[in-house]
Antibody, heavy 121, light 107 residues
Framework: VQLLQSGGGLVQPGGSLRLSCAPSGFTFSAYAMSWVRQAPGKGLEWVSAISDSGGSAHYADSVKGRFTISRDNSKNTLYLQMNSLRAEDTAVYYC???????????????WGQGTLVTVSS | EIVLTQSPDFQSVTPKEKVTITCRASQSIGYNLHWYQQKPDQSPKLLIKYASQPFSGVPSRFSGSGSGTDFTLTINSLEAEDAATYYCHQSSSLPLTFGGGTKVEIK
């Protein structure tokens, strides 16, 4: 199993960025997916998750209304569209797979390599 | 929101010693508690799922126990490669949450 991430980089406050994650080695459409972030020197923070079909999406209060998670099961790709970025969104962002199709009552098992998002002027 | 409180925050341990890390949930989460290991500049790795089930390929010195609100990760006979930060995570309800982490240092 591999989760290959792309996107990220430096963006000004108020700007936008899109992260992508391309899993391989498992049937992508059968599993829920999450984005988890880690600010420099800090712990893990769950950001967003989406069910296997994409029918339900969930967000942490800290990003609700600014971030949008989506998936394209035909392209085996997970996305995180981040708008109205703030300095406090600066972090390494990880995509991660769940052990089943639902977001809750499943464990996060595999993680991507992480991508750094820096929000600064 | 379910808050996960880990203790201790930091532990300095000699090789072959036993390590015990606890995670307390602010409300009952059944067995929906998972443990991760994160080494510096690496992605987290799943060690234990559903409180006590070892993940594929995890050394047998790692074990987990507990249910409801109180959980424990045990590392028997610590090895130098186990120096890392360990996190608990609950998937019982949204928002998903993580504990604050326990850093294990090798003396």
């Amino acid at each position: 199993v591999q989760l290959l991430q792309s996107g990220g980089g430096l963006v000004q406050p108020g700007g936008s960025l899109r992260l992508s994650c391309a899993p391989s080695g498992f049937t992508f459409s059968a599993y829920a997916m999450s984005w988890v972030r880690q600010a420099p020197g800090k712990g893990l923070e769950w950001v967003s998750a989406i069910s296997d079909s994409g029918g339900s999406a969930h967000y942490a209060d800290s990003v609700k209304g600014r971030f949008t998670i989506s998936r394209d099961n035909s392209k085996n790709t997970l996305y995180l569209q981040m708008n109205s970025l703030r300095a406090e969104d600066t972090a390494v962002y990880y995509c991660a797979s769940h052990t089943g199709g639902n977001v809750v009552v499943t464990a996060i098992d595999y993680w991507g390599q992480g991508t750094l998002v820096t929000v600064s002027s | 929101e379910i808050v996960l409180t880990q203790s201790p925050d930091f532990q300095s341990v000699t090789p072959k010693e036993k390590v015990t890390i606890t995670c307390r949930a602010s409300q009952s989460i059944g067995y929906n508690l998972h443990w991760y290991q994160q080494k510096p500049d690496q992605s987290p790795k799943l060690l234990i799922k559903y409180a006590s089930q070892p993940f594929s390929g995890v050394p047998s010195r790692f074990s987990g126990s507990g249910s409801g609100t109180d959980f424990t990760l045990t590392i028997n006979s610590l090895e130098a490669e186990d120096a890392a930060t360990y996190y608990c995570h609950q998937s019982s309800s949204l928002p998903l949450t993580f504990g604050g982490g326990t850093k294990v240092e090798i003396k």
